[in-house]
């Protein structure tokens, strides 16, 4: 199984709604990220869990939550977001091994209204 | 500040044609990788150079890996449409808490 699954893959919401992502692997990678990817722009890293501990934090809005309940998930927390937050959130792993290599979600549209 | 520079941001190439794209990053690393990436799509991975002078090939493209000079390149030979899409180089770095930052992107358009 070589797959990272990500719930919902279209999300759209208000911006007094709260919400979650979710990503999901059984590669036992022991990190996961959450980027931000506007369109036509490179993927901006939001979130890194490395062994479910939170280990940078690339000074995102509060509004965005992340929660790693166990090394094989991965949640974000969406609460009071603004319409600039619209993007496409994509979910990675990695074994964080000699190669470092990432591996994505198919990722999860978000629109705020 | 790690930083990552990728060109040309935008190319369109005729079938057939052999073309490169050229990633430059601003500090010591021996991990660089390609990426793919179709309109509406995740990242599909396609590279990963590990060392100095690491040259990978898969079907129409090769990448390759000149540490010293950091910079990277992905050679495009005898394009056809099907390899139409966003280009990504990406590296990560001790300087980087081995986190990876991405260029910004060549969007490639083959056409017929």
């Known amino acids: 199984d070589t797959e990272v699954t990500q719930t919902p893959k279209h999300l759209v919401m208000g911006m007094t709604n709260k919400k979650s992502l979710k990503c999901e692997q059984h590669?036992?990678?022991?990190?996961m990220y959450w980027y931000k990817q506007k369109a036509k722009k490179p993927p901006e890293l939001m979130f890194v869990y490395s062994y479910e501990k939170l280990s940078i934090n690339e000074s995102v809005p509060s509004r965005f939550s992340p929660e790693c309940p166990n090394s094989s998930l991965l949640n974000l927390h969406l609460h009071a977001l603004q319409p600039e937050d619209s993007a496409l959130y994509l979910c990675a792993s990695s074994p964080r091994d000699q190669t470092g290599e990432l591996f994505f979600g198919e990722g999860s549209r978000l629109t705020v209204l | 500040e790690l930083k990552v520079e990728q060109n040309p941001l935008f190319l369109s190439m005729q079938e057939g044609k052999n073309y490169t794209i050229y990633c430059n990053y601003s500090?010591?690393?021996?991990?660089l990788y390609w990426y793919r990436q179709d309109p509406g799509k995740s990242l599909e991975s396609l590279f990963v150079l590990l060392s100095n002078g690491a040259v990978k090939q898969e079907g129409r493209l090769m990448a390759s890996l000149d540490t010293k000079a950091r910079l990277s390149t992905l050679h495009i030979t005898a394009a056809v449409h099907d390899l139409s899409a966003t280009y990504f180089c990406a590296v990560d770095s001790l300087y980087n808490n081995n986190d990876m930052r991405f260029g910004a992107g060549t969007r490639l358009t083959v056409k017929p």
């Open positions: 500090t010591t690393s021996d991990r």
């Open positions: 590669m036992g990678h022991r990190a």
